[in-house]
């Protein structure tokens, strides 16, 4: 009865309580990021791997060893603290810092570290890949990777590979050290406590996940107990604002501290916005046009040839892809080490014309082409689709949505498809594991890269592709990924295009803050604003 | 040949009396049931035939074969579809609908997460649609061809043919970004987040409930605004939906009648006129609460609320099935629970409903 009394009198002071709008800026001492995060399904390391994940994983869990910063291919200790290859070149031991305790209070140990890394191969989740590439399986992992002692993790590989290959793995989101006790508490039907650990934490890292509301929000606190010392900032809270309209007016309105999905049109818009800027980072992905070899006319060479001079990449880049894009024809992104800068593609009909010419279709001829319905790739194979049509090479272009370009082009059904590629760790091998390797071409082979999609059979280009993978010489192994890149462009399927940059909106206060090249190297810890 | 019609009607009449509550409730037992069974076999075809691989959702595009195969086995796609179908009917029968693949929970328990948000925005939408709709659509009728009924319309048809996602982003830039009136998108500012506790997942009543008043203000600042706009389009069709009845309860004798008795015209209208048509307004604004509910995707994404819409909307662009299935028979349940409800009404706003079972 009292309480509804109180809510009776609250209700006449309501009344007279007034409309006085309270929002004000954003805490002092908390970061807001609008962002779509509707691609986040899990928060476990070990199983994460969609772009929001892993970023938030980033700023969560401390690694083995890490990339310095956003943008540096230093390699530094994470919860190691020093690290050395024997002298087989297929152990790696690592000397763990000592004093580092979990979030919960828990001691770190080696223990720990090879659990974490051990369970990836064990949980064989998506990014397992990563982990298995090295020789690992559900077999011998526990042999392979372990503690030596409480302060020493060793890894073998069966294999040698080139060190800064298993160095990149370690850096990796999957290298992320999880906390064991706390994991198997949690275990249920053995599953390692991922159940749990999709929406909890047990982590080292500088912050502590308070809460991951799917396609709402996701909360983190600053964690006192970080090796470095506490983050600048006492919270980071992202919320899902799925129009990047409505994240432009939160920004501007000062609601939200920065917005990571705007428009190109929507950041021109903020020229002259006294209260909010626009910062720019180089992203890693790389845009291009598969051509399924299965497809007649692309089984000629010199078509494939053709289609490549038959691009208007700067004409782009120059027009309605300024600032966002620049074009990139090597299939290493620029920043990885090895990456091919020269772009020897240019648009050149008459060149075309004659390449389609001698590869026996001097009409051209009428192809599909299946891309992905987003803004930048429409406006990219609507300019494609013109320029082709100078030779004859008649385009027609089916928009849809993402994933449903992705199931096509997985299930080779596509002639051509638009898409773009992110590489998966800061290593060479990523991107040249996929556009560059193909030794099983049939329809049930066991892994299915860029290039079996589009039907390119290559056993030779596949063996210096392992072979670069292994190549222990720095100086040589860039020189050996160099020359995979031109042998890609000249016989490859793939119309290379672009690279992206990174853009955001953030506030005029906000300092420090820098999407990494990929996902997993955005850190939030010395954020201020 | 009238004989045999009576005694059809009376034996019908007959049935219905003896079967009596019970009978009743066993009828609607099975038409729910049967548009339960209906609401699945549907859904789960189109689940089928929608070209994005589910697995692609779970592993997405760089996973190895075993891991894609295994995911695929995982959750049943490599069984037939009427074997999967069975299995999920199964499942839905002792109450589990499955987990939801991209919130990595049980779709029931996503869907009282994100249920409340959406009737927090739909009921406030539906009062005012149906407080000012109806007064509108009355006093057109009333003044049927003149001036006002003119805007009346006119403004009405202005609600019922603008693009809701248009008019949230107007609202939002006029009243959020320039005037400072109401708060942005989301349900709550990140200062206010978390501070009650989870009641009823209405924000403004768990606020109350706590007594917290910064937090009610602050999640009412939110509110203001999309349901306005969804009020706004739901008193645009109740509006008009009245105006038609009215009229044609305006053009009947009865009016005439009254008015010749010498009863004010105002009674006329407001009581006499109003009275017949509220059997029709009962069902209209069911189906609005109803349309609401299902049908804010868009009002959702534009204000960031994680609701109902937004859920289903992320599902179905992921072949997320469990969750599309989950949401559907809800909505059909809603649908069923408005129907029953409206029925259960008819009785109390028309005399000759009543007594009648």
């Known amino acids: 009865m009292a309480k509804h009394r109180n809510i009776a009198a609250m209700a006449a002071a309501l009344a007279f309580a007034g409309w006085a709008p309270l929002h004000a800026a954003t805490p002092a001492n908390t970061l807001v990021m609008a962002k779509q995060i509707d691609d986040m399904i899990t928060m476990d390391p070990g199983e994460a791997y969609e772009l929001t994940g892993e970023e938030v994983l980033t700023n969560v869990y401390d690694r083995i060893i890490r990339f310095e910063s956003a943008t540096s291919s230093k390699m530094v200790g994470g919860v190691a603290e020093s690290w050395s290859v024997g002298d087989d070149g297929k152990t790696f031991t690592f000397k763990i810092r000592a004093g580092q305790k979990f979030q919960d209070g828990t001691p770190l140990t080696a223990e720990d570290c090879a659990f974490s890394l051990q369970r990836v191969i064990l949980l064989d989740k998506t990014p397992a890949f990563l982990f298995t590439q090295l020789g690992w399986t559900k077999d011998n992992v526990r042999d392979l990777v372990k503690a030596t002692d409480s302060m020493t993790l060793q890894i073998t590989t069966p294999v040698k590979f080139a060190p800064t290959l298993v160095e990149s793995l370690m850096s990796a989101n999957v290298a992320s050290v999880v906390e064991k006790k706390a994991a198997m508490e949690h275990e249920e039907k053995g599953d390692l406590g991922n159940g749990w650990l999709k929406t909890n934490s047990a982590a080292s890292g500088p912050f502590r996940l308070v809460s991951w509301k799917p396609n709402e929000s996701v909360t983190l606190e600053a964690y006192a107990g970080y090796r470095e010392g506490a983050p600048t900032l006492r919270r980071v809270v992202i919320q899902h604002v799925p129009e990047p309209s409505s994240q432009l007016l939160l920004v501007q309105k000062g609601d939200v501290d920065i917005a990571r999905d705007l428009q190109p049109d929507q950041l021109a818009s903020l020229e002259g916005d006294k209260a909010v800027k626009v910062a720019t980072f180089p992203g890693s992905d790389t845009w291009y046009a598969g051509m399924n070899m ?21 004409g782009m880049a120059n027009s309605f892809l300024h600032g966002r894009f620049f074009v990139h024809q090597g299939f290493l992104p620029h920043g990885f080490m090895g990456a091919l800068d020269e772009n020897p593609y240019h648009l050149d009909v008459a ?23 987003g803004a930048a790739m429409n406006s990219i194979v609507q300019s ?14 089916v928009p849809s949505d993402l994933k449903q370009v992705i199931t096509i082009y997985r299930g080779r059904k596509h002639q051509m498809a638009a898409l773009s590629w992110g590489p998966d760790y800061f290593d060479p091998h990523t991107n040249a594991d996929t556009f560059a390797r193909n030794t099983d071409n049939s329809d049930n082979a066991s892994t299915k890269p860029l290039a079996w999609r589009n039907n390119w059979l290559i056993p030779e280009i596949s063996k210096e592709t392992a072979a670069a993978a292994q190549e222990p010489d720095a100086t040589k192994r860039e020189a050996m990924y160099k020359d995979l890149q031109k042998k890609v462009l000249d016989e490859g399927p793939f119309l290379i295009m672009f690279q992206p940059y990174n853009q955001v909106a953030e506030r005029n206060e906000v300092k420090n803050f820098a999407v990494g090249i990929f996902a997993d190297l955005t850190y939030y810890r010395n954020v201020s604003k | 040949m009238s004989g045999a019609v009576v005694t059809a009607g009376l034996r019908s009449q007959w049935t219905r009396h003896a079967a009596g509550p019970a009978g009743r409730v066993l009828r609607i037992l099975l038409s729910v049931a049967l548009t339960f069974l209906g609401l699945t076999i549907v859904t789960f075809v189109i689940g089928r035939v929608v070209p994005i691989d589910p697995v692609l959702a779970i592993v997405g595009d760089h996973a190895s074969a075993e891991t894609y195969a295994r995911v695929r086995a995982e959750i049943g796609l490599d069984l037939p579809i009427y074997d999967q179908y ?12 499955g987990n939801s693949v991209l919130t990595s929970r049980p779709v029931l328990q996503d869907l009282l997460h994100v249920f409340p948000a959406t009737i927090e925005l739909s009921l406030l ?26 805007v009346i319309r006119f403004a009405s048809l202005l609600g019922y043919s603008m693009p809701v996602f248009w008019l949230g982003l107007v609202g939002l830039l006029a009243f959020y970004a320039k005037l400072g009136w109401v708060a942005g998108p989301g349900r709550l500012d990140v200062a206010f987040a978390d501070l009650v506790p989870q009641v009823t997942g209405l924000i403004t009543v768990d606020a109350l409930l706590d007594g917290d008043m910064d937090v009610f203000w602050n999640a009412l600042q939110h509110l203001v605004l999309p349901s306005s706009i969804l009020g706004y389009l739901s008193l645009a069709y109740v509006a008009r939906m009245t105006r038609s009845f009215m009229l044609g309860q305006l053009q009947q004798e009865y009016v005439l009648a009254a008015r010749a008795k010498g009863l004010s015209r105002w009674r006329v209208v407001w009581v006499h006129a109003l009275g017949n048509v509220w059997v029709q307004l009962i069902t209209v604004i069911a189906l609005t609460f ?41 909505v059909g349940v809603v649908y069923i629970g408005l129907n029953l409800l409206s029925d259960l009404l008819y009785p109390l706003v028309d005399p000759r409903a009543r007594g009648r079972t």
């Open chain 2, 86 to 97: 069975w299995r999920y009917l199964v499942g839905v029968l002792h109450g589990n609908f």
């Open chain 1, 351 to 373: 060149k075309a014309k004659q390449l389609l010419a001698e590869g026996g279709y001097p009409n051209g001829f009428e192809v599909r082409m299946d891309s992905w319905n």
């Open chain 2, 125 to 150: 939408a539906l009062v005012i649609g149906v407080a000012l709709g109806i007064p509108l659509g009355v006093i057109a009728a009333a003044n049927r061809g003149r001036p006002l009924d003119h």
């Open chain 1, 294 to 314: 299965a497809f007649e006319p692309f089984k000629n060479v010199k078509v494939r040839e053709a289609m490549k001079y038959l691009i208007d990449y700067d």
């Open chain 2, 290 to 330: 109803g349309g609401l509910l299902e049908g804010a995707v868009l009002t959702e994404t534009v204000f960031a609320w994680p609701g109902l819409g937004l859920y289903m909307k992320n599902s179905l662009f992921n072949a997320d099935l469990n969750a599309v299935l989950g949401g559907t028979m809800l």
């Open chain 1, 384 to 397: 494609m689709q013109q320029t082709m049509a100078q030779a004859g090479v008649k385009m027609q272009i």
